[in-house]
């Protein structure tokens, strides 16, 4: 595919999740790709590797093992790599984790944000795309969640930063002219996933006999999204920057937002209960998961709804893979991967 970009996209967390799958649909576009990772210790490094090992290699890709949290090497990069356009999709991840190691979060989700931002003003990049998250919306009542609510009352680290993103992001915007757009992420799974999280976390114990953790008594609804579908939705975001007229749909002008600044939600917008998804892989996998029901976890949250009707009027996109066949894709991902490194 020929493209207007000349110079290199910057990708931060490209041996993440999320990261990896936007990377690499950037390259089957045609794209350069830079991927910058600290490749911490947070999961399994392996499997960063084995992810980071699909993309290394490949025409157009390059690679820096940098924290995004150090200064000096963040500026280095953009200035050696003058992006127009920049994904930056690195974060510490994890609402349970916050309450550990709560540093974690500042130093990446905040300093590292800050000198991304930093890169992006050195370099006047055309536009920068972010990942928020739905944790922002704490525990609000109001389904599907929107935009347009109001997400002051975080009940978690790790949503407080994620605010804070969005707010260092306006002010950046509106203060450099930099054109900004947020993707709040609703429960991403899908092949090559976070261990961490609940999808591969029950696969895993079903398969070896493991007990699963089910909170809230399983009394829990996520709107669970499928990775394929949430990487076509950042490049298409990402490859179409916000005009500098960007107004409402009657066509005013909006006020007290920055106009080179967008913020959307990005999810499935087909919230689950958590026990449909358990009894879904224990279908695919044709085992029984052993339940160990517990209460709220703190920081956790009833249910995540997104409401993508303005990804929809403006990008004419929507997420579409039903749970079931994005389960079976992330199963028969599990046990490829797994086998293959036995």
């Known amino acids: 595919m020929s493209n207007q970009i000349s110079a290199p996209i910057i990708v931060t967390g490209a041996a993440g999740f999320i990261g990896f799958h936007v990377a690499r649909n950037l390259l089957d576009l045609g794209y350069q790709v830079i991927g910058i990772d600290n490749m911490n210790t947070y999961y399994d490094v392996g499997l960063k590797e084995a992810r980071l090992a699909q993309l290394t ?21 953009f200035e050696s790599i003058r992006p127009t356009h920049v994904a ?34 050195a370099c006047d990049v055309k536009h920068l795309a972010y990942a928020s998250s739905s944790s922002v919306y704490g525990n609000s009542p109001d389904v599907p969640y929107s935009t347009d609510q109001n997400v002051d009352n975080p009940i978690s680290l790790y949503a407080a930063t994620k605010k804070s993103n969005e ?11 930099i054109p900004v757009t947020g993707l709040r992420f609703f429960t991403v799974y899908g092949p090559w996933g976070r261990p961490d999280m609940a999808v591969y976390l029950f696969t895993k114990a079903i398969r070896n006999g493991d007990p699963i953790k089910v909170f809230n008594n399983g009394d829990l609804r996520r709107d669970f999204t499928y990775i394929d579908d949430i990487a076509n939705g950042v490049v298409k975001v ?25 913020l959307y939600n990005i999810g499935n917008s087909e919230p689950a209960d958590l026990m449909q998804m358990i009894e879904t892989l224990e279908s695919l996998t044709g085992g029984e998961a052993v339940k160990e029901f517990l209460p709220m ?14 990804l929809e009027r403006d990008f004419g996109f929507k997420a579409h893979t039903p749970l079931n066949e ?6 028969a991902w599990y046990d490829a991967y797994h086998s293959s490194r036995t």
């Open 326 to 331: 994005g389960l079976a894709a992330f199963v």
């Open 297 to 310: 976890q703190p920081g956790d949250v009833y249910e995540t709804f997104a409401d993508t009707s303005a």
């Open 238 to 262: 990402l490859l179409s920057p916000p005009a500098s007229d960007t107004g409402d749909a009657d066509g005013k002008a909006r006020q007290r937002v920055a106009p080179n600044y967008r």
């Open 57 to 77: 290699g490949r025409n157009g890709f390059g690679f820096h093992r940098v924290d995004i949290g150090d200064k000096e090497a963040m500026a280095d990069i």
């Open 88 to 121: 930056h999709l690195a974060a510490q991840p994890g609402v349970r984790y916050s309450l550990e190691n709560p540093h974690a979060y500042v130093d990446s989700n905040v300093t590292g944000f800050l000198n991304v931002l930093e890169g992006c003003r």
């Open 167 to 177: 707010l260092m992001a306006h002010a950046y915007s509106h203060i450099w002219n």
